[in-house]
């Protein structure tokens, strides 16, 4: 599976590792990697977001650690059954108590109802 080169832009508060780690949930979230399906290599992985091949294999190694992806021995990893779905649940769990009080109060104070919100968000 062959994704485009991306110029990522690494940010200084979170080991590269981490934040490439952020990037591979992603993917498995929007299904641009789909459970059972094969990993880029770490080498290819490495290439993808310009980063040394050590550091991707540290995102795949913590990923497989949390269950999300698995090794298959000489062959590289695999997405986990289940993974995605494991991941929605972390990932809104996080977003309604780490982001939503923030956005809510922002919404609160420009006066922004929920439902206009809902209307401008459809078109």
Do not use: C
Request: proline residues 4%; charged residues 35%; positive net charge.
């Amino acid at each position: 599976m062959r994704v485009r080169k991306l110029r990522h832009q690494w940010g200084e508060d979170r080991a590269i590792f981490r934040q490439l780690m952020d990037a591979v949930v992603a993917r498995i979230l929007d299904e641009t990697y789909p459970e059972g399906q094969m990993l880029p290599s770490v080498r290819q992985l490495a290439s993808d977001f310009d980063v040394n091949p050590l550091t991707s294999a540290k995102a795949y190694n913590e990923l497989a650690r949390d269950g999300l992806i698995q090794p298959l021995r000489g062959e590289g990893f695999v997405v986990a059954r289940g993974a995605r779905e494991s991941l929605l649940k972390r990932e809104r769990s996080r977003f309604l108590k780490e982001e939503w009080p923030g956005l809510r109060e922002r919404l609160r104070r420009l006066d922004i109802d929920l439902r206009l919100l809902a209307e401008t968000a459809e078109e």
